[in-house]
Antibody, heavy 121, light 111 residues
Framework: VQLVESGGGLVNPGGSLRLSCAVSGFTFSNYVMTWVRQAPGKGMEWVSSISGSSTYISYADSLKGRCTISRDNAKNSLYLQMNSLRAEDAAVYYC???????????????WGQGTLVTVSS | QSVLTQPPSVSGAPGQRVTISCTGSSSNIGAGNDVHWYQHLPGTAPKLLIYGDTNRPSGVPDRFSASKSDTSASLAITGLQAEDEADYFCQSYDTTLTALVFGGGTKLTVL
């Protein structure tokens, strides 16, 4: 199983960025996928999740309305489009595979190495 | 401020036992939601250590164990090794926030 993020970089406040996560080693369409971020010196923060068929999507309040999660099962890829970026959005963004029997049991069994997003003028 | 509270750091000598606490509330750990633990070396992919409160994935040494009680959980590492030096964080689900939540992470130093 491999998850490889890309698309991070330096962006001006108010700018946009599209993160990608290329996946291999498992049947991508069978799994809920998630973006998690870690700001410098802070703990992990759940950002957004998307079900295998894209039917169910959820966002953390901190990014709701400013980001869109999507996936392309034919390309085994997960995406996060982020708009109106703020200084507080600066973080390492990880994609991770979510597994479990329901909300109360969900956990991440595989993670990528992350991609760094810097928001600064 | 993370929803789950962990000590910023712990340390121990090789061979010793250390524990890392993860304190939540009645809307996450206390609600009966599972607690999971991860090991993270900065710059690398976090690794699942414990899932479902107490279960180890295959390949994780039995030196790692975990427990849960009321609104808290704890990760124990016995027979400390230099390679255990890393950040450790807990994760659960918060029923009130309807969100997956994390601890702030604990840096383990092997003296």
């Amino acid at each position: 199983v491999q998850l490889v993020e890309s698309g991070g970089g330096l962006v001006n406040p108010g700018g946009s960025l599209r993160l990608s996560c290329a996946v291999s080693g498992f049947t991508f369409s069978n799994y809920v996928m998630t973006w998690v971020r870690q700001a410098p010196g802070k703990g992990m923060e759940w950002v957004s999740s998307i079900s295998g068929s894209s039917t169910y999507i959820s966002y953390a309040d901190s990014l709701k309305g400013r980001c869109t999660i999507s996936r392309d099962n034919a390309k085994n890829s997960l995406y996060l489009q982020m708009n109106s970026l703020r200084a507080e959005d600066a973080a390492v963004y990880y994609c991770a595979r979510l597994i479990g029997g329901g909300f109360s049991q969900y956990y991440f069994d595989f993670w990528g190495q992350g991609t760094l997003v810097t928001v600064s003028s | 401020q993370s929803v789950l509270t962990q000590p910023p750091s712990v340390s121990g000598a090789p061979g010793q036992r250390v524990t890392i606490s993860c304190t939540g509330s009645s809307s996450n750990i206390g609600a009966g939601n599972d607690v999971h633990w991860y090991q993270h070396l900065p710059g690398t992919a976090p690794k699942l250590l414990i899932y479902g409160d107490t279960n180890r994935p295959s390949g994780v040494p039995d030196r790692f164990s975990a427990s849960k009680s009321d609104t808290s959980a704890s990760l124990a590492i016995t027979g400390l090794q230099a390679e255990d030096e890393a950040d450790y964080f807990c994760q659960s689900y918060d029923t009130t926030l309807t969100a997956l939540v994390f601890g702030g992470g604990t840096k383990l130093t092997v003296l």
